[in-house]
């Protein structure tokens, strides 16, 4: 069973930039996708990216350019480089893996990302 550890989430002011970090208990297939997903009060979780260890990379539409995927394969870590955010990004974080095409079976804890205005 894959673990996830998430890290990065903080309080900051609009515009500011914030990088997540995931890290995974084990390395995975190349082609394995890693995603974030965030969830904010009230609200249904949604997807933020998708990527994998060879570099491909998707992101929702919402993202509009301000977010980065990298990823550190040595540390079987993946980052969330976030920048520009706006208080509409506030939510908890979750990287997952696994499972089928956007519905992961492996889940990290999640971490709070909070954005004032």
């Known amino acids: 069973q894959v673990q996830l550890v998430e890290s990065g989430g903080g309080l900051v002011q609009a515009g500011d930039s914030l990088r997540l970090s995931c890290v995974t208990s084990?390395?995975?297939?190349?082609?394995?996708?890693i995603y974030w997903f965030r969830q904010a009060p009230g609200k249904e979780r949604e997807f933020v990216s998708a990527?994998?260890?060879?570099?491909?990379?998707t992101f929702a539409d919402f993202v509009e350019g301000r977010f980065t995927i990298s990823r550190d394969n040595a540390k079987n870590t993946v980052y969330l480089q976030m920048n520009s955010l706006k208080p509409e990004d506030t939510a908890v974080y979750s990287c997952a893996t696994g499972g089928t095409w956007m519905r992961p079976t492996y889940w990290g804890q999640g971490t709070q990302v909070t954005v004032s205005s």
């Open positions: 084990e390395r995975t297939p190349e082609t394995t996708l």
């Open positions: 990527t994998n260890w060879v570099g491909g990379s």
